[in-house]
């Protein structure tokens, strides 16, 4: 068994009446990938907001490297490194995709050459660099869905440029995989 890099314990969320999540316990280990998958209601999304710190979970608890991460806000938690995306996309329409993914790349900087280098290694790793000038409005929902996993590496201030391009590949390759109508993904 290797190392747990994300570790959810018992939790439970409730909505009023409604038991969105009840005592769901899921580990990940470095390195590996995992899907949610389930039906519509299932607590697919409420169990990403509880992780990505969206909604505070009523029980239980999330831990990331080991540090405990429950009920810290949305920023604190992509500060220690869980940066998430949507099911629906909402890139800025009037940046161009470079632009929108130095978005990203500024957390943790004020350097624009340092996030314009970030933003250009995760774009080509997801083979968006010839789009790197357009309008983010003028992209194919699976384009916008690259955009903003590139924006979602970028977030983690601890990854260089070489490793947010290895790890753009790998969520790239994936993504092929998840772009039926019968299934929605979304990447933590």
């Not at 969320?13 to 990938?33: C, H, I, M, Q, Y």
């Not at 080991?66 to 998430?84: E, H, K, M, N, P």
Request: proline letters at 3%; one cysteine or more; hydrophobic letters at 45%.
């Amino acid at each position: 068994m290797g190392e747990i890099l994300l570790d959810v314990s018992r939790l439970t969320k409730r909505f009023g009446g409604l038991v969105a999540t009840n005592d769901l316990s899921l580990a990940v280990e470095r390195g590996e990938t995992h899907a949610i998958i389930g039906p519509n209601g299932a607590g697919k999304t409420t169990l990403f907001n509880m992780v990505a710190g969206a909604l505070a979970p009523d029980e239980g608890s999330v831990r990331l490297d080991g540090r405990d991460i429950t009920g810290l806000r949305a920023d604190q938690v992509c500060a220690a490194g869980i940066a998430r995306t949507f099911q629906i996309v909402r890139p800025f329409a009037d940046m161009t995709v470079l632009e929108n993914a130095m978005v990203g790349g500024f957390r943790g900087t004020v350097d624009t050459a340092r996030a314009r280098a970030r933003a250009e290694a995760a774009l080509a790793a997801l083979d968006m660099t010839p789009l790197r000038d357009r309008l983010a409005a003028s992209l194919t929902l699976p384009d916008r869905k690259r955009l903003e996993v590139a924006r979602a590496l970028l977030a983690h201030t601890a990854l260089p440029a070489g490793e947010i391009a290895r790890e753009a590949m790998k969520i790239a390759a994936s993504l092929d995989i998840y772009t039926t109508d019968q299934i929605t993904c979304e990447e933590l």
